[in-house]
């Protein structure tokens, strides 16, 4: 018998998640796999740079949805996957993350009596504010299979009423990307390329809408990051998101006055990790860069109020600032005069969760 398994992937950081899982299947010949690229991201420098890099084979289709409304990108994905599911029949459809291609997709498998699989289910921010919060709730609701990267994903669980048989403690598939291209990413020239030196830049990552949406939290977030600038040079890959941000709110002569901040395109894979790993620090609002930090360690400071990944918190690396000026301020001189965190690693975050998650789904179909 042969499982067949639809892998869908639309936006950035689905693609490093998609990667071990991709490696894994490759080599087992009870299972066909697809490809499913939504096209929610489609710069080449945001999703082709990641299928090249990571060795993730070319999409068997691309649903080429692009940036729409939230509703309209949503509507789009379900039309175009429900097509490729009934011309492709399928046994499990497997969602990573949180982003609108995760939960337009499970709705769709599970209107088809298809089984989900949701990797890294069960976090939470607890605030319904966060378009990524609706997506991992309602995502988690309808899927079959609930697979988690951390403890507290596990207790997020249960106490939504899950029944644990459902529920597997597996890793972070991130992570297994991460310690895979690790080495390769130690032979970047990214630093001589943008002219830094190791350990003396702070890497910035800003693209969440309650951050750089809003004029207020944006232009908070410079006045904060202008006086840091001062005191150690930051190298910002520009999300596009932000970029249009920028133009749009004038920010951009107040950023051109501040010479010690360096606007670059966003980077690949390999090099943006080389870049955090040489970093003093990293200022950032991503999720999945609070927890390769956490691997890295290397100190992080999220300007967020809550995080969906608290183990990166309480076990690693990583110190919740928020948009509060004086708060990122004192912990950047913190770290700068080298009292910073330090941290552990999180349970199961050892680069074996794509193969965990591949035998579960193996043996639940008898194979
Ligand atoms: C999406 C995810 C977010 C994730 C982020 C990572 C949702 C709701 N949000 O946010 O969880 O952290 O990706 O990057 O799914 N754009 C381009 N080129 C691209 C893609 C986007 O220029 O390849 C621009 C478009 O102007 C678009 C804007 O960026 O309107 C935002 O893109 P979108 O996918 O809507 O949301 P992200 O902010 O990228």
């Known amino acids: ?145 609930l697979f988690t990267s951390c403890e507290d994903a596990n207790e997020n669980l249960i106490k939504e009423g899950f029944s644990q048989d459902k529920i597997y403690f597996v890793g972070n598939v991130m992570i297994d990307t991460l310690m895979k291209f690790k080495a390769f990413s130690d032979k970047s020239d990214v630093l001589d390329v943008l002219g830094l030196k190791t350990k003396d830049y702070a890497v910035l990552t800003m693209h969440r809408p309650s951050n750089v949406d809003s004029f207020e939290n944006l232009s908070k977030l410079i006045d904060a990051l202008k006086v840091v600038q001062d005191k150690i040079p930051i190298i910002y890959p520009v999300h596009p998101r932000t970029k249009k941000r920028i133009l749009d709110f004038g920010f951009s002569e107040t950023l051109d006055e501040m010479k010690n901040f360096k606007i670059v395109e966003p ?27 956490t691997i890295l360690k290397i100190p992080c400071l999220t300007i967020r109020n809550e995080t969906e990944r608290p183990v990166t918190i309480t076990k690693g690396t990583n110190v919740m600032v928020g948009t509060d000026k004086q708060k990122i301020i004192q912990e950047a001189s913190n770290i700068l005069n080298n009292n910073q965190k330090t941290g552990k690693t999180p349970v199961k975050w050892d680069g074996k969760a794509a193969s965990r998650i591949v035998e579960i789904l193996l043996k639940e179909k008898n194979i």
């Open 267 to 293: 980077l690949g894979y390999v090099d943006f990790l080389h870049l955090m790993d040489n970093a003093r620090f990293v200022v950032t609002d991503s999720g999945g860069i609070q927890e390769e930090t």
């Open 1 to 145: 018998m042969t499982l067949n398994i639809a892998l869908v992937a639309g936006a950035r950081p689905n693609f490093m998640k998609i990667a071990p899982i991709c490696e894994v299947l490759k080599n087992k010949s009870d299972i066909e796999y697809k490809v499913v690229h939504t096209g929610q991201h489609y710069d080449e420098n945001m999703s082709k740079v990641f299928f090249d890099q990571l060795g993730i084979p070319k999409p068997d289709v691309n649903l080429n949805v692009g940036s729409e409304s939230h509703a309209v990108q949503t509507a789009k994905i379900m039309m175009g996957f429900e097509k490729f599911l009934v011309e492709n029949k399928q046994d499990i459809v497997v969602v990573v993350g949180d982003v609108n291609s995760t939960l337009a997709c499970s709705l769709v498998a599970t209107k088809l009596h298809i089984p989900v699989a949701h990797v890294e289910a069960g976090l939470r921010s607890f605030n319904w504010n966060m378009p990524e919060e609706v997506n991992r709730v309602l995502t988690d609701r309808i899927s079959d299979y």
